[in-house]
């Protein structure tokens, strides 16, 4: 992302809080993984979504049309010492060249700067919960001002959600995030290939997780945007499994849900193949089913329709694949209406995506689904999941399947980020087996 970008999005989000107004947005704090061990620090997402500053103890405030600067930025000075220990640090001026604040301050000084700054202020947009101790820490500052009123200071008479605000811009992607979002995509399936590629009978589920993340910090993804799950078997009915700590085994599929993890923004893919390389006759069926629904769900994501209509497809495709398949007895739309396909489909479609996994954005407004438009980016997931049960024939036991892409909204329909990763049998098994088949897709990827 470059500094124009970042600049962008603070001055549209100033012009929606217009004048007299005040947006406060903290850094995310430091996570203790064990003892004196933290977690690698990540920037939150809001935070990070306006300010492209990576540093941990940092605070934005946005002050539209304040004479000496709009945007200030409290950071941690340079410090050689501890720079010798943690690494460098942006400092003061760097907070001004490299990431174009009009102002920086210590964030030590925060507690003596920002109440003025309130002041005379009539809205104060910020996200209370996120972050409890800030939390209590800006209502000190608002009740020393409370204090002072008979002074002639004017508190801020107005707390305003800014989410409501920030949130509704980070659904609609710019063309550099659309961008960035490509390569994240393009990483995540470069290394579910790579997965395809090397299973086989005897690996652990974690040599394939491995595997998936060496091909993805190769091309510059550091992390992942989420534990990848690598479930075998059984494990592949568990849809958060993440143990990924069991021998893959001849004539068991495998279920990998992994995705990167690119300049803060997240891919997510899902692909579920044989672990011997090649479906048996009931696996088969079931992904049939699996990815007809993805190709109809695909196919309503297009400028106009709502939030629900992929879901919608489907629900269809995969209720009437389980009446086909003698796992369901009835009529489609009243096995639909009466949701007896949970006990094989427990989930929604898909989510928004973008520089959380579970992306920000409504889904409906007011009590209406939201409408489709160029710029969102969702994920498409439908699967089924067949446990050991009773009035279910043995040779469906512990089939785990789900088929998962990331789908830019364009203005003539969409675009399969994900599309790289093969999805149809055959291309699965020519790619394990070494050979190359790639079919024409029947629908617009």
Request: proline content about 5%; hydrophobic content about 40%.
């Amino acid at each position: 992302m470059t500094k124009i970008e970042f600049t962008r999005r603070r001055k549209r989000l100033m012009q929606a809080m217009g004048r007299d107004s005040i947006a406060i947005v903290s850094a995310s704090p430091v996570r203790q993984r064990n003892r004196d061990v933290e977690y690698p620090y990540r920037p939150d997402s809001d935070f990070y979504y306006l300010t492209g500053f990576p540093e941990q103890e940092a605070v934005a405030v946005l002050v539209p049309g304040r004479d000496h600067g709009e945007y200030l930025l409290f950071c941690r000075e340079n410090d050689p010492q501890m720079e010798t220990w943690n690494g460098r640090r942006a400092g003061l001026e760097g907070a001004m060249e490299r990431y174009g604040a009009d102002d920086a301050f210590p964030i030590s000084d925060i507690d003596e700067i920002l109440p003025g700054l309130l002041e005379n202020r009539e809205r104060v947009y910020y996200a209370m919960g996120c972050n409890t101790d800030f939390d209590r820490q800006v209502m000190e500052w608002i009740n020393l001002l409370r204090k002072k009123s008979r002074a002639g200071v004017h508190t801020p008479g107005e707390f305003i959600a800014l989410d409501h605000l920030l949130h509704d811009m980070r659904l609609y992607k710019s063309a550099t995030e659309v961008k960035t979002m490509r390569k994240a995509a393009q990483i995540a399936s470069m290394a579910h290939q790579r997965a395809m590629r090397v299973c086989q009978p005897g690996m652990m589920e974690y040599q394939l997780e491995a595997e998936i993340l060496h091909e993805s910090m190769l091309h510059g993804a550091r992390f992942q945007a989420y534990p990848s799950i690598v479930g075998s078997g059984a494990n592949g009915c568990i849809l958060h499994y993440t143990e990924n700590e069991s021998p893959l085994k001849e004539g068991e599929l495998v279920l990998i849900d992994a995705g990167c993890e690119y300049e803060c923004y997240a891919s997510d893919i899902t692909r579920t193949f044989p672990v011997g390389g090649t479906f048996s006759k009931a696996q088969r069926a079931l992904y049939e089913v699996v990815l007809e629904a993805n190709y109809a769900a695909i196919e309503q994501v297009v400028p106009g329709n709502h939030w629900n209509q992929p879901h919608e497809a489907a629900l269809k495709v995969l209720t009437r694949g389980l009446v086909r398949l003698g796992l369901l007895k009835g009529r489609v739309d009243t096995l639909i209406k009466n949701e007896a396909y949970r006990p094989f489909f427990m989930h929604r479609t898909g989510h928004w995506l973008g520089m959380d996994v579970h992306d920000v954005g409504d889904y409906k407004v007011g009590e209406e689904w939201r409408v489709l438009e160029p710029g969102m980016v969702l994920t498409i997931e439908p699967g089924l999941y067949l446990t050991p049960a009773k009035g279910i024939a043995k040779k469906w036991w512990n089939i785990g399947i789900r088929i998962e892409d990331d789908v830019l909204v364009t203005k003539e329909g969409c675009e399969v980020l994900s599309r790289e990763v093969p999805k149809e049998p055959d291309e699965i098994e020519a790619l394990m087996a070494g050979r190359s088949l790639r079919k024409k897709r029947a629908i617009r990827e």
